[in-house]
């Protein structure tokens, strides 16, 4: 079984950064891409940016330039770097990990989800 925290979530003016971090208790063929989710309140979850093992990275067309998906596998460390913050960013942060895969976005091919962090941004 494989375990993800998420930590970093607060409340945050529009334009300002947050960094999320998303520790994962080991890594198996099952971790080979992790992704951020989000749900605001009132909408469907929905993917926010991935990444594959070998480096592949994916974003949402409205997070794309502001938002950065990394790792440090040394630390069992999945990150998300979030700058210029706008009110619609505002949600439930969710990191998830399943089996590779260029879907990324998607929910389904995750099997390992995070209890969530929150973050709110006011304008």
């Known amino acids: 079984q494989v375990h993800m925290v998420e930590s970093g979530g607060r409340s945050v003016q529009a334009g300002g950064s947050l960094k999320l971090s998303c520790i994962v208790s080991?890594?198996?063929?099952?971790?080979?891409?992790m992704g951020w989710f989000r749900r605001a309140p009132g909408k469907e979850r929905e993917g926010v940016a991935g990444?594959?093992?070998?480096?592949?990275?994916k974003y949402a067309s409205d997070v794309k330039g502001r938002f950065t998906i990394s790792q440090d596998r040394a630390k069992n460390t999945l990150y998300l770097q979030m700058n210029s913050l706008k009110p619609d960013d505002t949600g439930m942060y969710y990191c998830a990990a399943g089996p590779w895969t260029l879907l990324l976005l998607e929910s389904s091919p995750y099997i390992y989800w995070g209890q969530g962090t929150q973050v709110t941004v006011s304008s």
């Open positions: 990444i594959t093992g070998d480096g592949i990275t």
């Open positions: 080991k890594y198996t063929s099952n971790t080979d891409s």
